[in-house]
């Protein structure tokens, strides 16, 4: 017999069971670190290829040109291989051939893919589970215009992502000049030392390269996990080394900027709204709140189309506080309250209200230390 059923239809004598499993509904599996990749490429163009490691890139997407001095036409797999040595384990990459410019936006090198043709490109990308986005071969000002149309496309069809851009400048002003404020873009500077398979020796790459470095790192690290203070791992050496004056200036307007300390670090994780001071300063609060809608969302949408009443809005608080739970848990937040009613309007209407009320987790980012002499 089916699992449901209405009174009005017994008729023949028999045992009747209808099951209500909405119960046993919970939130699945999140991706937070997958990277969403475009540029030029020899072959593979049109497709987004999944890349679980550089060598099955290399094969798709044919080896890289000599970096030149920016000369070469094919650097996705440049971009790619910077990932990968900085820690990324799950890429989406989509090549464009070169020769696909846009005559309304132009690209600044001859051949070279424009604004028009990256912004398609994302617009596939982001139809696949990608949590960061980067495009190394852009211009800064180019990527600021790309992202800053992709990522208000994407949170407005309810994805929520994040985009990592090198600054191509080479003084603090102009870095600083370069700043739109935007909580979901991060601007790191300054350009990086890396190994060159083609030229077999290390090479100085502007910062727009580092944006690939930054993403590896970062997608490496729960949405808790600050990159303040990490270690790019595949990155030799920057190619400028900032005073302390001119870190302060960089910092405080919204530059995520690289040390030489120790090896290649961090000095402070931030997106471009740290030079307004906003909520969102923070790359982790940024991650942690794009994890729980996220979150809330996998664990509500099985609801959609259930009864409306209080026996199944109170399996969907369970589902809810089951994943806010795991948070708190994983140290994510530090505490949390949730609540979900519906009036008898909104019963009418088909809408449930829940408030869910969050304190994401901060790192330490600076120790005041008083020192008593006695």
């Given at each position: ?149 992709v990522l208000e496309t994407a949170e407005g069809n309810g994805r929520d992502l994040m985009a990592v851009v090198g600054s191509d400048a080479s003084t603090v002003a102009a870095i600083n000049a370069q700043v739109a404020v ?26 727009t390269y580092t944006a690939a470095a930054f993403a590896g790192l970062l997608s490496t690290l729960s949405p808790q996990t600050s990159p303040t203070n990490k270690v790019l791992p595949g990155v030799g050496a920057v190619t ?135």
């Amino acid at each position: 017999m089916a699992e449901t059923f209405t009174l009005s239809e017994l008729i023949i004598p028999g045992t009747y069971v209808r099951v209500s499993a909405e119960g046993l509904i919970s939130g699945g599996a999140i991706s937070t670190g997958n990277i969403g990749i475009v540029g030029t490429a020899r072959t593979g163009a049109g497709d987004t290829r999944i890349i679980s490691e550089y060598a099955y890139a290399r094969d798709v997407f044919g080896d890289y040109d000599a970096f030149a001095g920016g000369a070469g036409d094919f650097n996705l797999n440049r971009a790619i291989e910077l990932l990968y040595r900085n820690g990324a384990k799950t890429v989406f990459a989509r090549a464009l051939p070169v020769g696909t410019d846009d005559p309304a936006t132009p690209a600044k090198d001859e051949g070279q893919p424009g604004q028009a043709a990256y912004v398609a490109a994302f617009e596939e990308l982001i139809k696949e589970d990608v949590n960061i986005l980067v495009a190394p071969q852009l211009t800064t000002a180019d990527a600021l215009a790309v992202f800053g149309s992709v990522l208000e496309t994407a949170e407005g069809n309810g994805r929520d992502l994040m985009a990592v851009v090198g600054s191509d400048a080479s003084t603090v002003a102009a870095i600083n000049a370069q700043v739109a404020v935007n909580d979901r873009i991060v601007l790191v500077a300054p350009g990086i030392r890396a190994y060159d398979a083609i030229a077999e020796d290390a090479v100085d790459l502007p910062g727009t390269y580092t944006a690939a470095a930054f993403a590896g790192l970062l997608s490496t690290l729960s949405p808790q996990t600050s990159p303040t203070n990490k270690v790019l791992p595949g990155v030799g050496a920057v190619t400028r080394r900032f005073s302390y004056g001119e870190v302060k200036q960089l910092v405080a307007g919204g530059v995520t900027v690289l040390e030489q300390r120790g090896g290649v670090r961090v000095v402070r994780g931030i997106t471009t709204e740290m030079k307004d001071d906003g909520p969102f300063k923070q790359i982790t609060t940024r991650r942690i709140t794009d994890f729980a809608k996220a979150g809330i969302r996998k664990a509500a949408n099985p609801f959609i189309g259930r009864l409306n009443n209080q026996r199944v809005r109170a399996a969907l608080q369970g589902s809810i506080d089951g994943f806010l739970t795991t948070m708190l848990q994983d140290e994510a937040i530090t505490s949390y309250k949730l609540d979900v009613v519906a009036t008898r309007a909104d019963e009418i209407a088909g809408r449930v209200r829940v408030t869910a009320t969050v304190q994401p987790v901060f790192s330490i980012d600076f120790i005041a230390v008083t020192l008593v002499l006695e």
